[in-house]
């Protein structure tokens, strides 16, 4: 069983930065897809972005050009690096892996609120 934490969230002002960071129990190196996810209130589940090993990084266009994912195999962890905020990022956002099975973490909030 994967683990998985995120951590990262808060409170951010319009046009501000976050960094979200989504430790792994395991070696995330024989993941074939990482991903990250968000869920506002009243709205569902949306991917924002996601590396699929060996083939393409995908985003949402909502968030193209302001958020960046990467990873860092040697620390087990994914990144997700949220630039120029807008209120609509608000959500509880949520970080994914794919082993031989989807894995999920709990979430971390981010608010973007003057």
């Known amino acids: 069983q994967v683990q998985l934490v995120e951590s990262g969230g808060g409170l951010v002002q319009p046009g501000g930065s976050l960094r979200l960071s989504c430790s792994a129990s395991?070696?995330?190196?024989?993941?074939?897809?990482m991903g990250w996810a968000r869920q506002a209130p009243g709205k569902q589940r949306e991917m924002v972005a996601q590396?699929?090993?060996?083939?393409?990084?995908n985003y949402a266009d909502s968030v193209k050009g302001r958020f960046t994912i990467s990873e860092d195999t040697a620390k087990n962890t994914v990144y997700l690096q949220m630039n120029n905020l807008k209120p609509e990022d608000t959500a509880v956002y949520y970080c994914?892996?794919?082993?031989?099975?989807?894995?999920w973490g709990k979430g971390t909030l981010v608010t973007v609120s003057s």
């Open positions: 395991e070696s995330i190196y024989s993941a074939t897809i």
């Open positions: 994914y892996l794919q082993f031989s099975a989807p894995y």
């Open positions: 590396i699929i090993r060996g083939h393409n990084t």
